[in-house]
């Protein structure tokens, strides 16, 4: 089955999308594709057939978000947890994986024609190495489309990469590119694995479960969140609009929310740069209170010096991901 899947809406369709369109639409979705495996043991099947469903099912509905206008979806593939099922069915979510990735590889000028990137989010060092190498192949090779994104979390769990932003604030502390006190909430945001994305307008979790099981926690903190019964596998065209409807009359809260944060962020920000700039005055000074342009200079001198070694420390830290991307794509090619 193709990762991306060619074909119009029917009638009903494209007028039910049109009027969903005359709204606010969402951006970027992110998905909890939740019940392959209810749904094998509903139809009597493996679990490996529910996994195989639940894949095709995506890119039948990556069909569906290219229709709508949605450029970016994000979808939870393989949380880390899940390394404690059997044996048998991580071995057997590791060959789809390998069989998927194959296929997208194989697909490389169907993914050029229609723009798309695909980025995978989580710790690869917990795969096999094969599979390691094809993912490189795979995002390497479509890292240049622009069109809409694909982003695939795969060994990942969202309280992981926030601990790992965390260790890769802590590693440009240590080499000097930034200062303790450079470390904010937007800081930690650039150095997640998401980085690249916009944080979803809308998460849609299916099977009936309210929970988000350690799905971009830190990243849908002012996103609608729309909680479905139905399982993945069966997701159908009617529950994406269903939930996109829910967006759209949640959109005025959300956007609200969302500005009220960014206000909040930025006072955050000009406050602790008032707070370094004064403690540095103070420390140069001759012991006089500064006077008030004194301390706009050097609250502006301040904020140009902190925004540098931010901007440093980004492309060093660019530069490092980009290297483990590259390194599997080397070793590959020469294996």
Known sequence: MSWIREGELNLLERISANILKAGPM????????DGNRRFAQKKNMERQEGHMQGFNKLAETLRWCKHLNIREVTVYAF???????????VDGLMELARQKFE??????????????????LGDLNMLPLDLQQLIAKAVLGTKAHNKCFLNVCFAYTSRYEITNAVREMAWGVEQGLIKASDVSEPLLSACLYSNKSPNPDLLIRTSGEVRLSDF???????????????LWPEYSFWNLCEAILQYQLNHASIQKARELHREHQALQQLEADRACAAEHLQSHGNGKPASGQRRREALLQYTACREERIQDF??????????????????????
Not at 103 to 120: A, D, P, T
Not at 320 to 335: E, I, M, P
Request: hydrophobic share 40%; charged share 30%; with cysteine.
């Open 26 to 33: 969402p951006k970027h979705v992110a998905f909890i594709m």
């Open 79 to 89: 949380s880390i947890e899940n390394f404690k099922r059997s044996k048998d069915e």
């Open 103 to 120: 296929k997208l590889l194989e697909e490389r000028e169907n993914l050029e024609k229609h723009g798309v990137c695909i980025r995978v």
């Open 216 to 230: 971009l926690l830190w990243q849908t903190s002012h996103s609608c969140l729309v909680f479905q019964s139905v």
């Open 314 to 335: 980004l492309e060093a830290l660019k530069r490092k991901r980009d290297s483990f991307f590259n390194d599997l794509w080397s070793a590959g090619v020469s294996a």
